[in-house]
């Protein structure tokens, strides 16, 4: 497996192979059809960029590799609400631009609706204190201290809020979807 990453043509097999797999897991994370294509293209322009330090020698391994990016790079897409484009740009690579339907196609084949109505439920279950919290912090991007200011509670209490609001749906969301990963 570490030959395949060392050649362009050896990175695109490796491209085709799991690209679908890259993008539902974006897709479900983000759940927005657009966002998860271009966090998609950023995980594998990051792999491209990466593929030397690269010491798998299995096909799951290089899946664990790819998903291990995409999960950072989707951390640092919700942490700063932007994606880092300089990779692609120093690259070379082209954000695919989505045609008329493709968005609805991706969301349609990684089950985004159910999963949104699903996440829609499990908000509704939570408490108005920890439900109120995540739409100023999560919603609105609000910085603590405004969450805090907002709620009439101290800084650290809204962060205790946010973050057990975002535990309790993690939890929720993962024992529905345990089945159907990732």
Do not use: N
């Amino acid at each position: 497996m570490p030959e395949e990453l060392t050649t362009a043509e050896g990175f695109v097999a490796l491209y085709r192979r799991e690209s679908e797999l890259v993008l539902r897991f974006c897709a479900r994370r983000v759940l927005d059809a657009e966002t998860a294509v271009d966090l998609c293209a950023e995980t594998f322009a990051q792999a491209f960029r990466g593929r030397s330090s690269f010491r798998g020698s299995s096909e799951l391994e290089a899946r664990a590799w790819l998903l291990t990016i995409a999960r950072r790079q989707i951390a640092r897409y919700l942490k700063k609400g932007v994606l880092d484009r300089r990779a692609r740009e120093a690259l070379g690579i082209q954000t695919p631009q989505l045609l008329e339907g493709e968005a609805e196609e991706i969301e349609h084949r990684m089950g985004l609706a159910p999963l949104r109505a699903a996440l829609a439920e499990e908000l509704e279950r939570l408490g108005g204190d920890q439900r109120e919290a995540l739409r100023l912090r999560v919603v609105e991007e609000r910085s603590y201290p405004e969450v805090a200011s907002s709620l009439g509670v101290s800084e650290a209490t809204a962060r205790a809020r946010v973050s057990r609001g975002l535990r309790a749906l993690a939890a929720s969301l993962e024992v529905r979807w345990e089945g159907d990963r990732p």
